[in-house]
């Protein structure tokens, strides 16, 4: 079983930055990809950027350039920093983790961006 903590979330002011960490334990395998998913109020989960134990990486369209996600393979944990925030980006976000072990969700981390 592997768990997942999250942290980092908050309010923050459009423009402003955040970063998200997530830290998974418990899996007997190395994790082939992790990543973060967000969904807002009354929308569908989507994602929003995954990382290869490699280093390859994915980003949704609305957070390109915006957003980046990153990796510590030794310690098992993700990030996602997220600068020039904007009210949109205002959701929950999961961390997620895909490997031999199973796939894996956290209990999620709000964002609010508003003034």
């Known amino acids: 079983q592997v768990q997942l903590v999250e942290s980092g979330g908050g309010l923050v002011q459009p423009g402003g930055s955040l970063r998200l960490s997530c830290a998974a334990s418990?899996?007997?395998?190395?994790?082939?990809?992790m990543g973060w998913y967000r969904q807002a109020q009354g929308k569908q989960r989507d994602l929003v950027a995954t990382?290869?134990?490699?280093?390859?990486?994915n980003y949704a369209d609305s957070v390109k350039g915006r957003f980046t996600i990153s990796r510590d393979n030794a310690q098992n944990t993700v990030y996602l920093q997220m600068n020039s925030l904007k009210p949109e980006d205002t959701a929950v976000y999961y961390c997620?983790?895909?490997?031999?072990?199973?796939?894996?969700w956290g209990q999620g981390t709000q964002v609010t961006v508003s003034s």
């Open positions: 418990g899996s007997r395998f190395n994790i082939v990809v």
């Open positions: 997620r983790t895909i490997g031999p072990s199973g796939n894996y």
């Open positions: 990382i290869t134990r490699g280093g390859t990486t």
